[in-house]
């Protein structure tokens, strides 16, 4: 990568958040919830908050640059930089505020591990970049907006089985 920063990273229990769901839908329909921007830009963020795309190129080494709008109106830019996609098993990113070098970006990684037909256990990994950015997020409500946007994402599955 060219800001020196492989995807094989070492992990770090206290730069870390985990976030576990499972989905009643199949493996392949929640990666494609994940990778195309048809579906992403439906269910994004916590409740309550609507996301816009400005731009999707959702392949690695692609960028993904939107906006998530609170309900109060205020405006959180976002960027995700694909660095690893196994279909459907495994997606790898950079994501952070749409500015280049943020130095606040962390590195998801998330596996979708097919139970059945019909259900699909999604886990993610979020790696922040030091044990202080770990904390201002979960003081920031990283952990419950997480599981809002979850919601949001299994409330879309639904809608399209």
Same mark, same amino acid.
């Given at each position: 990568?060219?800001?020196?920063?492989?995807?094989?990273?070492?992990?770090?229990? %206290?730069?870390?958040?985990?976030? +576990?769901?499972?989905?009643?839908? =199949?493996?392949?329909?929640?990666?494609?919830?994940? *990778?195309?921007?048809?579906?992403?830009?439906?269910?994004?963020?916590?409740?309550?908050?609507?996301?816009?795309?400005?731009?999707?190129?959702?392949?690695?080494?692609?960028?993904?640059?939107?906006?998530?709008?609170?309900? %109060?109106?205020? +405006?959180?830019?976002?960027?995700?930089?694909?660095?690893?996609?196994?279909?459907? #098993?495994?997606?790898?990113?950079?994501?952070?505020?749409?500015?280049?070098? %943020? =130095?606040?970006?962390?590195?998801? *990684?998330?596996?979708?591990?097919?139970?059945? %037909?019909?259900?699909?256990?999604? *886990?993610?990994?979020?790696?922040? =970049?030091?044990? #202080?950015?770990?904390?201002?997020?979960?003081?920031?409500?990283?952990?419950?907006?997480?599981?809002?946007?979850?919601?949001?994402?299994?409330?879309?599955?639904?809608?399209?089985?």
């Amino acid at each position: 990568m060219a800001d020196g920063r492989s995807v094989e990273q070492s992990w770090a229990l %206290d730069r870390e958040i985990v976030l +576990c769901r499972v989905f009643d839908a =199949p493996r392949e329909l929640v990666f494609k919830a994940w *990778t195309e921007k048809e579906h992403f830009a439906r269910w994004f963020g916590p409740r309550g908050f609507t996301t816009t795309i400005h731009a999707a190129d959702m392949r690695v080494g692609g960028m993904l640059r939107f906006d998530m709008r609170a309900p %109060d109106g205020k +405006c959180y830019d976002n960027r995700i930089v694909f660095l690893e996609m196994k279909r459907p #098993e495994l997606l790898v990113f950079d994501h952070g505020s749409d500015k280049d070098d %943020d =130095p606040n970006r962390f590195r998801v *990684t998330i596996t979708f591990d097919e139970q059945s %037909d019909k259900k699909t256990v999604m *886990t993610m990994r979020q790696l922040h =970049p030091t044990a #202080e950015r770990r904390a201002i997020g979960i003081g920031f409500g990283a952990v419950e907006l997480g599981y809002q946007t979850l919601d949001k994402l299994a409330e879309h599955l639904r809608s399209q089985t």
